[in-house]
Nanobody, 117 residues
Framework: VQLVESGGGLVQAGGSLRLSCAAS????????MRWYRQAPGKQRELVAA????????NYADSVKGRFTISRDNAKNTMYLQMNSLKPDDTAVYYC???????????WGQGTQVTVSS
C-alpha cells in the first residue's frame, strides 16, 4: 500500500483546509485509515480514524467538532476537512493505513499545515 498526502498549506486562524490521502497498491486490504500529526518538538498524535466502510469514525478531543474525516473507496482516497483552524493545529499531517490480516502499518510522507495567528 502506498499513501500520498496533499492539501497542506498556510492558512490564517479560523480558516479551513482539506487534506487528501490517495492510496494505491493493495487498497482492498486496508482495514482502517487514520490521520496523525506531529508538531515540532512533540510526539506524533492521532487526529482521526475511519473504518474501511466509513461507518465508524473517532477523533482526538482537540479536534472534535472542527475536523471531519471521510473516505471515498471508489477513489481510494481519504480526506480530512479542517475548519476553524487554530495555531495549535500547526503540524505535519500524516496519512496512515492498517492493512491485511496483521494490520500492517503504512505511512505517507506527510504534508505541512501551518496556521498563522
Amino acid at each position: 500500500v502506498q499513501l500520498v498526502e496533499s492539501g497542506g498549506g498556510l492558512v490564517q486562524a479560523g480558516g479551513s483546509l482539506r487534506l487528501s490521502c490517495a492510496a494505491s497498491g493493495s487498497t482492498f486490504s486496508i482495514n482502517v485509515m487514520r490521520w496523525y500529526r506531529q508538531a515540532p518538538g512533540k510526539q506524533r498524535e492521532l487526529v482521526a480514524a475511519i473504518t474501511s466502510g466509513g461507518g465508524r469514525t473517532n477523533y482526538a478531543d482537540s479536534v472534535k467538532g472542527r475536523f471531519t474525516i471521510s473516505r471515498d473507496n471508489a477513489k481510494n482516497t481519504m480526506y480530512l476537512q479542517m475548519n476553524s483552524l487554530k495555531p495549535d493545529d500547526t503540524a505535519v499531517y500524516y496519512c496512515n493505513a492498517l492493512a491485511g490480516m496483521t494490520y500492517q502499518d503504512y505511512w505517507g510522507q506527510g504534508t505541512q499545515v501551518t496556521v498563522s495567528s
